[in-house]
């Protein structure tokens, strides 16, 4: 028989389990925090992730990972890696879970296309508008005057929120990434309220962003080899090599020279699960494949696990106890795997011309729904554009609306309004 919840676990206080919106006590013994998991697994957001671009479109191969797939994968990696330091599984499963919820139709060129349009409005950013699923329109509670989206408590949203900035506002380096829009400030404010530094995440945030490096960086490779847009014996050439180091400069590690990028590829290839023959679709490939992806995996986590107890010691770490610590090896190794499938895939002449197409398809649906405004958009986004008190308001319910689309749907529902 299940016992009542009566305590945070260890390492987490009375104010981290607090939610925006008080709700009575239930009978059933989970912890708040495996509440606010099994609100976002249930979430209908979650689902359309299943139709939303990854690296390759969700109807590419049967094989391919979509965009809930990577998901998955990313919180299988964080909830092992924060439970190593301390961290409540469950905050860092539900940070994974959410991390990649706001992101809109055909991935992030659909999120560029947004930005563009909402450039006069404050911009257009898949984290924050994680953050706005999350406590505003995917609904579960609401508050006396509006949606307060799932209710996750005060820890899982922190750790979900992984630019913990206004646009603007960010750290050096940060560049045009931001984790709250304006309108959205009062929740933001109340979630960071713990937090010592402004603009430092918490380490289950941290977790949970490294586990997606990890995961997508191993995993993209993978994509690439099984589909047959790269092959990995091919880097063997110090000419094709170059090209590859330039994505990473561009993309990645901008002070990465050849010489480090050429070790770290050279580590990679001598660690001993490197494939040794190229891939031709076999069960052996494929075995060998899934070996090399896994055992990254765990050099990487392994590294930054042992990294980060080096100087944080080996107690309970949660929160603001400590800060995730990723040698500069593994993060030179990811990048060249990361390097490796931009530079074969994302940025290869079929794809440069998908990528302009879909664009346009985000502006134009976005210009069509203005015009079929409110009748165009679904019921919950009509409430809200009925409400909205301006024309910044009203784009950004027209966005809202958008971003919820998968690529299917937008295709579909461009083809209707455009027709």
Known sequence: ?????????????????????????????????????????????????AAKTQ????????????????????????RELGQAFGCDPDIVDTACLAHDLGHPPFGHNGERALDEITSQIGGFEGNAQTLRLLTR???????????????????????????????GFGPPGSGEKFGVYDDDLDVFTWLRAPSPAEGRRCLEA???????????????????????????????DPGARR????????????DAADEELDEAYARLREFGYWPD???????????????MTSQLIGRFCIATQTATHEVYGEGVLTRYRADLVVPREEQVEIAVLKGIAAHYVM?????????????????ELVSALRLAVPRGLDPAFQEDFEQANDDAARLRVVVDQVASLTDSSALALHAKLTR
């Open 243 to 254: 090209d590859v180091w330039k994505v990473v400069r561009d993309w990645y590690v901008a």
């Open 277 to 291: 023959t190229t891939y031709d679709g076999g069960r052996r490939a494929l075995a060998a494949l899934k070996d």
């Open 137 to 167: 329109l995917e609904a579960k509670s609401f508050d006396e005057t509006r949606s307060a989206g799932l209710n996750l408590t005060r820890a899982s949203l922190d750790a979900a929120t992984k630019y913990p900035w206004r646009r």
């Open 206 to 236: 941290q977790v949970m962003d490294f586990s997606d490096d990890v995961a997508y960086s191993v995993h993209d490779v993978e994509d690439a080899v099984v589909s047959h847009r790269v092959d990995l014996h091919a880097l063997a």
């Open 347 to 363: 940025r290869s002449d079929e794809r440069m011309a998908l990528l302009t197409k879909q664009r346009d398809i985000v502006h």
């Open 1 to 49: 028989m299940d016992l009542p919840w009566s305590s945070p676990p260890e390492g987490y206080g009375a104010l981290d389990v607090e939610r925006w919106v008080t709700e009575p006590p239930k009978r059933a013994g989970r912890t708040p925090f495996a509440r606010d998991r099994a609100r976002v697994l249930h979430s209908a957001t979650l689902r359309r992730l």
């Open 55 to 78: 690296v390759l479109g969700p109807n590419t191969d049967d094989f391919i990972r979509n965009r809930l797939t990577h998901t998955l994968e990313v919180a299988q990696v964080g």
